[in-house]
């Protein structure tokens, strides 16, 4: 457990619950999540200064698909969560805080045609690529 984050909020998903659908994570994954949160989420919570709200944390197979979810995501293995601010402005200034933690596998400041706006942040145990891309449009 993080000082800003939790497993239960990381696999926390609407559509699981709506449909009842366990999305609790074990083994690898709950591992995953927890450096997800120790090595980004936190840190970056930290800095920003204000809470941040997981909008899509742990998928497994099923609700992955059911999202719409690429089947190579990383959400699959609890090594990505998107988050968001209360506005387009702060989601950006949590993407930049981000940036310069540098402590990232993959970082997506990404839009859909409907205008929302997140940011994408993985982290594997092993061999993160930092990966930036700004504005990638899902």
Not at 28 to 42: M, S
């Amino acid at each position: 457990m993080g000082k800003y984050f939790n497993i239960k909020e990381l696999s926390y998903s609407r559509i699981a619950a709506e449909k009842g659908i366990n999305n609790t994570p074990i083994g690898d994954v709950k591992r995953n999540l927890e450096l997800l949160i120790d090595k980004c989420l936190d840190p970056i919570r930290q800095e920003y200064g204000k809470p941040i709200t997981v909008s899509s944390g742990y998928r497994n197979y099923l609700v992955n698909q059911l999202v719409g979810g690429k089947a190579t995501s990383q959400h699959l293995k609890g090594e990505a969560a998107d988050i968001v601010g209360k506005n387009e402005k702060e989601t950006r200034r949590i993407f930049e805080i981000a940036k310069e933690q540098g402590n990232y596998d993959q970082l997506l400041f990404e839009s859909n045609k409907k205008g929302s706006v997140w940011v994408h942040i993985s982290c594997k145990p092993e061999g993160n690529r930092q990966q930036c891309i700004d504005n990638y449009i899902v």
